[in-house]
Nanobody, 124 residues
Framework: QLRVVESGGGLVQAGGSLRLSCAAS????????IGWFRRAPGREREGVSC????????NYVDREKGRFTTWTDNAKNTVYLQMDNLKPEDTAVYYC?????????????????WGQGTQVTVSS
């Protein structure tokens, strides 16, 4: 059975960093496209970043400042989301999701396998 499980969330002060992990089971992490999404209180779910089987990655938030970095560790079958210089507006539940198609999408409905989410809280 295909599964993804997030971890690494927590409470951090503004300006701090967190690294989220998306551990894959039932498939090879670099054999699927992995997307990161987040849902903040009172807001719609939004795409954060994505990495496909070709290791192409894209950020959907904060594109110009480059605070978020996504990569795959094949040895650990895990995709990581490194978040630096965090801001209070980054507070949300973060989810990773997988799709078999080899191209990224910012649309949540394009992803078929979802984790349970991990809370990220950034204090001011």
């Amino acid at each position: 059975q295909l599964r993804v499980v997030e971890s690494g969330g927590g409470l951090v002060q503004a300006g701090g960093s967190l690294r989220l992990s998306c551990a894959a089971s039932g498939f090879i992490a670099d054999g699927v496209t992995i997307g990161w999404f987040r849902r903040a209180p009172g807001r719609e779910r939004e795409g954060v970043s994505c990495i496909d089987r070709s290791r192409f990655s894209i950020n959907y938030v904060d594109r110009e400042k480059g605070r978020f970095t996504t990569w795959t560790d094949n040895a650990k079958n895990t995709v990581y989301l490194q978040m630096d210089n965090l801001k209070p507006e980054d507070t949300a539940v973060y989810y990773c999701a997988a799709r078999r198609e080899n191209y990224c999408s910012e649309i949540a409905h394009d992803f078929h396998y979802w984790g349970q989410g991990t809370q990220v809280t950034v204090s001011s």
